[in-house]
T-cell receptor
Framework: DAKTTQPPSMDCAEGRAANLPCNHS???????VYWYRQIHSQGPQYIIHGLKNNETNEMASLIITEDRKSSTLILPHATLRDTAVYYCIVFKAAGNKLTFGGGTRVLVKP | EPEVTQTPSHQVTQMGQEVILRCVPISNHLYFYWYRQILGQKVEFLVS????????KSEIFDDQFSVERPDGSNFTLKIRSTKLEDSAMYFC???????????FGQGTRLTVV
């Protein structure tokens, strides 16, 4: 699976949009970009995924660059409950395991 | 909303003892997984299971580990002879199909003393 690079931490103001970057320059054509988060020591929670097109759901938006070498997860209005470690994972279409890296530790401040 | 449930939430066991961690995946899901997270470290893949057999396993998943789907609803992870280094959070997950999102349970904290 392609490797991902994320900043280790970032702060965000409550009510503002949080933009979380992820580099995946070695991604191949059949690999998806998945985002999960882990709040404290709870189980990882699925957020969103995409292949080429931008995606939006009730939790977040995912913007993937045209060359697919990077992506940005957007939390449109961060709340204190969004404080978590966010993982960007590149996932092979025919695979069935997630490889978690270090993620980005996001702290939402009042 | 359907969810993956794991029991117990916390298990303390003596070194060398066998332990079974239990999971009830989401009912229409066909793929099942175990992951673990040692305190302060990354979430690590252990094993995936489909159609009553292991489809992939990591180097961590050695002969001391086994998985089973004993009936139509449960999915279990057995560690035959626990070691101190098996202490970790163990997460069960399930997905509807290959390369669809996996949903995780809240985990079982295993403490080996």
């Amino acid at each position: 699976d392609a490797k991902t690079t994320q900043p280790p931490s970032m702060d965000c103001a409550e009510g503002r949009a949080a933009n979380l970057p992820c580099n995946h320059s070695t991604i191949s054509g059949n690999e998806y970009v998945y985002w999960y988060r882990q709040i404290h020591s709870q189980g990882p929670q699925y957020i969103i995924h995409g292949l080429k097109n931008n995606e939006t759901n009730e939790m977040a938006s995912l913007i993937i660059t045209e060359d697919r070498k990077s992506s940005t997860l957007i939390l449109p209005h961060a709340t204190l409950r969004d404080t978590a470690v966010y993982y960007c994972i590149v996932f092979k279409a025919a695979g069935n395991k997630l490889t978690f890296g270090g993620g980005t530790r996001v702290l939402v401040k009042p | 909303e359907p969810e993956v449930t794991q029991t117990p939430s916390h298990q303390v066991t003596q070194m060398g003892q066998e332990v079974i961690l239990r999971c009830v995946p989401i009912s229409n899901h066909l793929y099942f997984y175990w992951y673990r997270q040692i305190l302060g470290q990354k979430v690590e893949f252990l094993v995936s299971f489909y159609n009553n057999e292991i489809s992939e396993k990591s180097e961590i998943f050695d002969d001391q580990f086994s998985v089973e789907r004993p009936d139509g609803s449960n999915f279990t992870l057995k560690i035959r002879s626990t070691k101190l280094e098996d202490s970790a959070m163990y997460f069960c997950a399930s997905s509807e199909a290959l390369n669809t999102e996996a949903f995780f349970g809240q985990g079982t904290r295993l403490t080996v003393v």
